[in-house]
C-alpha cells in the first residue's frame, strides 16, 4: 500500500491541530502560478523520475512536523506582496489533509491557491479538495506505458485519469512536460502526450516544455543514490522548439 497519508496529530489536550511533513519553504517564487507566491514542498513521493531535481524530498519521513498554522503565519506576515500559494513536493497529494487545511487557510487570506503534482494519487483527492484549489499544476510524464514505467517507476493509468477527472469537473490545469534527450523525446511519445492533452479541453490553460537539466545531481550524489541521467544532455533550444510545435498543432494553443 502506498504511504499516502504522512501527516499526524500531536498528542496533545484537546482538538490538536494537524500536522504535516514540510521539506522547505520558498517565498517569491514565480514560476509555478501565476504572480508571486509561497511555494511549500511537502516531503514524500511515489514516483522515482529518474530525472527528478528534489530527490531528497522522496521520503515521507525527510523533512520538519509542522502545523498548517505555523505556515500561515508566515504567510500572513509576507500577504502583500503574494499573489498565491503553491503547495509542491515531493507528491502533495500523498498529504490529502494538510493540504486542504493549508489551502483553506490561504483562501481566507484572500490568496489563489495551486497544486503541483504528477496526479498519479489522484485517488487522494476529495471533492472539497478539488474546490479548495484553483489550479493545478501536473506533470504528464509520458504517453508511452513502458517510457512511462522506466522514468517514473509507476504506471501511467492513475495520472491519466486524474487529468481527465480534472477535466471533467472543469478544474483549470497548467500541463508540463519534460523534455529528454534520449528518454521521453520521441517524436511518437510527444504526439501521444499532445494528443492526450487535447482531449482535455478547455481546462487546460497553459502548456509548458521543461528542458531537462541536471541542476539536482548533487542532491543524487549527497544521498548515495546512482543518477542514470549523469551522460544525458540537456535539451537543446531547437528540440525544445521543436516539441512545443507539436503541442500547438494538436492543442491549438500556445506553449511556452
Known amino acids: 500500500m502506498i504511504e499516502s497519508e504522512t501527516i499526524t496529530r500531536p498528542a496533545t489536550q484537546g482538538n490538536s491541530p494537524l500536522t504535516g511533513r514540510v521539506h522547505s519553504v520558498e517565498s517569491g517564487g514565480m514560476i509555478d502560478g501565476p504572480g508571486v507566491r509561497y511555494v511549500v514542498f511537502l516531503s514524500g513521493c511515489p514516483l522515482r523520475c529518474l530525472y527528478c531535481h528534489n530527490p531528497d524530498t522522496a521520503s515521507p519521513t525527510h523533512g520538519d512536523p509542522k502545523t498548517a498554522d505555523m505556515l500561515l503565519d508566515e504567510i500572513r506576515r509576507q500577504r502583500h506582496f503574494l499573489q498565491g500559494i503553491t503547495i509542491s513536493g515531493g507528491e502533495p497529494l500523498a498529504q490529502p489533509e494538510f493540504c486542504k487545511e493549508l489551502l483553506r487557510g490561504a483562501r481566507e487570506l484572500g490568496l489563489h491557491t495551486a497544486i503541483d503534482t504528477s496526479g498519479h494519487?489522484?485517488?487522494?483527492?476529495?471533492?472539497?479538495?478539488?474546490?479548495?484549489?484553483?489550479?493545478?499544476?501536473?506533470?504528464?510524464?509520458?504517453s508511452d506505458p513502458a517510457t512511462h514505467l522506466r522514468t517514473t517507476g509507476v504506471e501511467r493509468g492513475p495520472a491519466r485519469a486524474f487529468a481527465r477527472r480534472l477535466a471533467d469537473a472543469a478544474q483549470p490545469m497548467w500541463i508540463r512536460f519534460v523534455l529528454v534527450p534520449g528518454l521521453t523525446d520521441a517524436p511518437d511519445n510527444i504526439e501521444g502526450v499532445a494528443e492526450f492533452v487535447a482531449t482535455l479541453g478547455n481546462s487546460v490553460e497553459r502548456i509548458e516544455v521543461l528542458p531537462f537539466h541536471q541542476m539536482g545531481i548533487h542532491k543524487w550524489e549527497a544521498l548515495?543514490?546512482?543518477?542514470?541521467?549523469?551522460?544525458?544532455?540537456?535539451?537543446?533550444?531547437?528540440?525544445?522548439?521543436?516539441?512545443?510545435?507539436?503541442?500547438?498543432?494538436?492543442?491549438?494553443?500556445?506553449?511556452?
Do not use: N
Not at 235 to 255: K, L, N, S, V, Y
Open 121 to 142: 494519487l489522484g485517488d487522494q483527492v476529495d471533492d472539497e479538495l478539488l474546490e479548495l484549489t484553483d489550479l493545478w499544476l501536473l506533470d504528464i510524464k509520458s
Open 224 to 256: 548515495g543514490r546512482v543518477y542514470q541521467l549523469k551522460d544525458t544532455p540537456a535539451a537543446t533550444p531547437e528540440q525544445a522548439e521543436a516539441a512545443r510545435g507539436i503541442f500547438r498543432r494538436h492543442c491549438g494553443m500556445p506553449c511556452h
